[in-house]
């Protein structure tokens, strides 16, 4: 089933073209990282997502429906999650529960899954970061959404956190859940996302899966090599030879490999795909500190 389907979205905010000509589908149980620069439009297109704006032109549904008009299916942490100072923390998640119409059953229930319960009678003011985050997304969580939209769940969080969270997105996502998640984290959503869009100042400068983007992107794909060798007598590797790697289009890849299984008898070689943080750059033309294969060989 189809989460997010919009086609052709733009919207000026403050006079200026905020976002344009936004084309993207989504489908249940897939992560979608929405990436891009400070300022590029991720928030903005959240809460259009959540039916927060309304688009100056173009069409955009969220589970079939006009956005907002599903509330309870649609969870959502905002960027800067704000609380009541001087509520306590399980009183809170009751009180949005309450709001809901949501039972204690689940509100106890993602307590104990969110590692809350030690903390549930303390108050917000004194909480930890990482206890106010798991809050915000316990919170998103209460109705059991369909979709969820996460803008940088992970921010301040440590590293240990950071895991948790993502590791809850991907049991969410196996449980059929789509998840809209913003981040700067690249190498945390890389291992989880479906699909990944990158804004450049409100324009989509690529969408589509992490395959897709690698070959469109056409970087280098790398092999490093294990030391001792004479790889470059070898006229199939030396022309892609630099230092220890072999620095080579994708293209290659078949024969590349076969050499050297075959002809090196060498199995332990590690084969890097460019990763989420080179397509990031490559996409929004920061080629500075890009090495491209034209540089590389
Ligand atoms: N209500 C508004 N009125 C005018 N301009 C706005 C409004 N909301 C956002 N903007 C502007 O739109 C642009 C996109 O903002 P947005 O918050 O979507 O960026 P972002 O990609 O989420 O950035 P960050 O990574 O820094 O959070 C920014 O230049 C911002 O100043």
Known sequence: MQTIN?????????????????????????L?????????????LIKLLLGLYQPDSGSLTVLGDKPGRQPLQV????????FYPQMQL????????????????????LL???GLEHCARQALSVCSKGERQRLGLAQAL????????????????????????????QTLRSQGCSIVVCTHELALVEPVLDQLLILDHGRVAACGTLPALQQQAQLPWRIQLPAGR?????????????????LFPVSLLPQISQRLTQH????????????LGQLFRHFLADTTSELTLAEAV
């Open 6 to 30: 919009a086609s052709g979205l733009s919207l000026c905010l403050g006079g200026q073209p905020r976002l344009q000509q936004l084309s993207l589908q989504l489908h249940s149980g897939e």
């Open 32 to 44: 979608l990282a929405l990436l891009g620069h400070n300022g590029a439009g991720k928030s903005t």
């Open 75 to 82: 969870g959502y942490l905002p960027e800067n999650v704000s």
């Open 90 to 109: 399980g009183e809170l998640l009751q009180y949005f529960a309450d709001l809901k119409g949501i039972n204690r059953r689940r509100v106890k229930q």
């Open 112 to 114: 104990v899954d969110f």
């Open 142 to 169: 209460l109705s059991q959404p369909a979709l969820l939209l996460l803008d940088e769940p992970t921010v301040g969080l440590d590293p240990l956190a950071s895991a948790f969270m993502y590791q809850t997105l």
């Open 230 to 246: 004479a790889w470059h007598t070898d006229p199939l590797l030396a022309p892609w030879l630099c230092e220890q790697q072999l």
């Open 264 to 275: 090196w008898h060498c199995i332990d070689y590690r084969l890097q795909s460019p990763d």
